[in-house]
Every structure is written in structure tokens, then in C-alpha cells.
């Protein structure tokens, strides 16, 4: 969500360099934003030594204090999650990237689990306008919160910006399996490490199985299996991983079985690489890949380890969906996000004055 907000403020700021300012908030008590992210988002940054969970506990609860209070007047507030900034006057944004706080709360922690599936209903509501990451996850918020599609403005991700990946189809016969995300219930880590098992029965030959992502709770049981045969010496778990070029550079074949999934940006960032995919047919993941690799049950451990098998062994196909991958990730951008983004806002305006 973080790198989600950081992208498309650039983007809005670079598209509006000659119009509107754009201010970025952060607040916290002892994490301060990097020294130069104003000049790197062409964006005036109001930072606030005020404990991030004392501000959410007060701006969830009690609404308050305003923004305005904390240094900001601006026309439009916009949260990066689906709950409202407090303002005196300003139009109100909320970002929705899921709905998981809803259909699996247990799964949640802190905030998220107090104070999400409490009060994002009523925000939601309220809000002036609300930005969605996918048109999955947009359909999700109309039927969920009954809320008028007009007032939902669909701004996916896009692509990274690559050094030397995205020229063509990169399937190195040297390079690993890879999976990126937090290892968490609903990422299905535990049917990949089994599918992965059963390619190792028949293919002994088969590529590494590379992990990168922050680990849970729920990852104990996953993370205890690496140590235990077929899988010892064959699965790595790097944890997060800042460096996204090498990561992506030395793969194969991306693979991403989620259960959900608002939107799984490492499918757009393994296509824009020409990295052939596969992912699950839930959630917005077949709207994202398209016809750009396999799609999979992801309760479907044989079909998983099926599709590993074809990926890795036809080498023309795995090809085809790279460079397939290639194109369809020109369908997404930034400056488009940012585009929706602006009339979202106006909208948002409009709907704040009418009210």
C-alpha cells in the first residue's frame, strides 16, 4: 500500500507540476520520511512526531483532530486506507485496495482488526469519493457497502520502471521459481510448497523455489517444512526484498496462488519484465494477467504442480507468455492512475460542495 500511495502521488504531482501542490502527511513518533522525498515526489511533506497509533486511535474513534489542525488546508483529503481523514472542509478520499478485513478479520492485526470492519461501512458511505486498485475490487465495494458505482474511481497500478528487464520474454534456464508476497493465510503459501514438492518427485532437475516476502505468524508452519526433505536445499526465504531488479532478474517463471487478491502487483511487475506468470483464478488476478499465462484452482494442488511442470518444460510456451505478459502490462500506467486520479478528485470536490 505504501509503495501504491508513493507512486501515484509522483505520478499526480509530475501530471499537475504546473497546477496543484500536492502535500504528502506522515506521522510518527520516532520514523522520519527519507530526506529527500519532497524533491523525489515534487511534493511539499508535512511531518508529524505524533505516535501513528495514538493519531489513528484518535482520527478512527473520534474524529479527530482535522487536518487542517496538523498543518494541512487543501481542497481534497485522501486516506491511503478505507477509513477518513478528519477535515474541517476539505472534500474526503478513502483508498480501498481489498476487503480481506471483512471476509477474513481473523487474519488482521491491530488497527486493522479494531477498527476496519467497525467503521469502513459508514466511512465508505461518507466518503466524497473512494479510489479503487482494480475494477474486481471496485465491484466488491458497489455490492459489500451499496455504493453508487459513480462515486468509485478504479486507479490500478502500474508497471515499474526496469533498468534492463522488460525488452523482451526473460525466461533464463538458469533461473528460479519465484514468489512474492507476505507470507500470509490467503497468499495459499502451503499448497505451493506442496505443489512445488510433487514437481521435485518427477523432476529432481526442477529450479529453485524462491520465497521473498515478510513473514507472519501464519508462516510458521511453512517456514518449519524448508528445513524438512524434499524441500531442504531447494526452497529459499529471502524476506522482503528492497532490490527488486535482482530479484525479478534471476527468475523464471513468477508464481502467485492466492485465495484473493485486490489487485497482486507482482503479476504486473513480473509481466512488465517479460517473466512468464501463473496465478490463481480468484479475485482480480485473472484481470490483471489475461491471456498472459496460466490460470489455476487454487485449491487444486495437482493442477498447480501441473502448470509448474508445463512452464518449466515448454519452453515456447513459456516464452509466448512472457512476451504476451510484455504487452499486457502496457495496459497499465501511472499517469493513467493519476488521471483517474484527478477527476476522482474534482468529483470528490463537486460531491463536498453539494453536501
Known amino acids: 500500500m505504501g509503495e501504491y500511495m ?4 509522483r505520478a499526480y504531482a509530475a501530471r499537475h507540476a504546473d497546477g496543484a501542490e500536492v502535500a504528502l502527511f506522515t506521522s510518527s513518533w520516532k520514523d ?7 524533491s523525489e ?11 501513528v497509533r495514538l493519531l489513528n486511535y484518535l482520527w478512527h474513534r473520534a474524529e479527530w483532530p482535522p487536518i487542517e489542525a496538523l498543518g494541512i488546508a487543501a481542497d481534497v483529503v485522501h486516506a491511503a486506507h478505507p477509513l477518513l481523514i478528519p477535515s474541517r472542509r476539505a472534500a474526503q478520499v478513502v483508498t480501498i485496495h481489498d476487503l480481506f478485513f471483512l471476509t477474513a478479520p481473523d487474519a488482521t492485526r491491530a488497527e486493522i482488526r479494531r477498527d476496519y470492519p467497525a467503521l469502513a461501512p459508514a466511512h465508505a458511505q461518507r466518503a466524497d469519493a473512494i479510489v479503487a486498485n482494480s475494477r474486481y475490487t471496485a465491484s466488491l465495494v458497489e455490492r459489500t457497502f451499496g455504493i453508487p458505482p459513480a462515486r468509485i474511481h478504479v486507479c490500478s497500478p502500474g508497471p515499474p520502471v526496469w533498468r534492463t528487464l522488460g525488452r523482451g520474454a526473460h525466461v533464463p534456464r538458469d533461473g528460479h521459481i519465484l514468489f512474492v508476497g507476505t507470507l500470509e493465510a490467503r497468499k495459499n503459501v502451503g499448497a505451493l510448497l506442496e505443489a512445488y514438492s510433487r514437481l521435485l518427485s518427477s523432476h529432481a532437475d526442477a529450479p529453485a523455489l524462491v520465497i521473498a516476502g515478510k513473514a507472519t505468524p501464519d508462516a510458521a508452519g511453512w517456514l518449519a517444512r524448508l528445513n524438512q526433505p524434499p524441500l531442504a536445499g531447494r526452497v529459499r526465504h529471502l524476506g522482503y ?3 527488486r531488479e535482482a530479484l525479478y532478474g534471476g527468475a523464471r517463471l513468477l508464481v502467485l496462488p492466492s485465495r484473493d487478491e485486490g489487485f497482486g502487483i507482482p503479476v504486473l511487475e513480473a509481466m512488465s ?18 491471456d498472459a499465462g496460466l490460470l489455476i484452482d487454487p485449491g487444486d494442488v495437482d493442477g498447480l504442480a501441473a502448470a509448474l511442470e508445463r512452464m518449466l518444460t515448454d519452453e ?20 493513467r492512475a493519476a488521471a483517474t486520479l484527478h477527476q476522482a478528485y474534482q468529483e470528490a470536490i463537486a460531491n463536498r460542495r453539494a453536501r
Open 6 to 9: 508513493h507512486n501515484l502521488a
Open 32 to 38: 522520519r520520511p527519507a530526506p529527500g522525498l519532497a
Open 41 to 51: 515526489l515534487s511534493a511539499r511533506v508535512v511531518d508529524r512526531r505524533v505516535p
Open 241 to 243: 526484498v528492497a532490490d
Open 273 to 290: 519484465a517479460g517473466i512468464p506468470v501463473i496465478a490463481s483464478d480468484r479475485g482480480a488476478l485473472p484481470e490483471v494477467l489475461g
Open 316 to 335: 515456447a510456451f513459456a516464452s509466448a507468455c512472457g512476451a504476451r505478459g510484455l504487452t499486457r502490462a502496457r495496459d497499465f500506467s501511472w499517469d
